[in-house]
Nanobody, 123 residues
Framework: VQLQASGGGLVQTGGSLRLSCANS????????VGWFRRAPGKEREFVAT????????YYAESVKGRFTISRDNAKNTVYLQMNELKPEDTAVYYC?????????????????WGQGTLVTVSS
């Protein structure tokens, strides 16, 4: 499994970005996929997850209503649409593939991790 996260960058407060997570080595259509982030000086935290069927999604309270996770199994890609970005969203964002098919916020359930993409939100 080789995960490639992309789409990060610098954006102003209130702006939008769409992150992508592509799996170039293996399909993950049977596995849940999640996004996590690590802000400077902080612990890694859960952001969003989507079940393999795509119907079940869960979000951290801090991003609920602003971020949307989706997947295209035919393209082996998961997306994180981030709207109304805030400075506190600044972090390195990681995508990860779970061992399980059900959506989960537990980092320990994730088996494969991408290299991360930096999102910086300026005030």
């Amino acid at each position: 499994v080789q995960l490639q996260a992309s789409g990060g960058g610098l954006v102003q407060t209130g702006g939008s970005l769409r992150l992508s997570c592509a799996n170039s080595k293996r399909t993950f259509s049977n596995n849940a996929v999640g996004w996590f982030r690590r802000a400077p000086g902080k612990e890694r935290e859960f952001v969003a997850t989507i079940a393999w069927r795509g119907g079940d999604t869960y979000y951290a309270e801090s991003v609920k209503g602003r971020f949307t996770i989706s997947r295209d199994n035919a393209k082996n890609t998961v997306y994180l649409q981030m709207n109304e970005l805030k400075p506190e969203d600044t972090a390195v964002y990681y995508c990860a593939v779970s061992r399980y098919s059900s959506a989960t916020s537990q980092a320990s359930h994730y088996q494969y991790w991408g290299q991360g993409t930096l999102v910086t939100v300026s005030s």
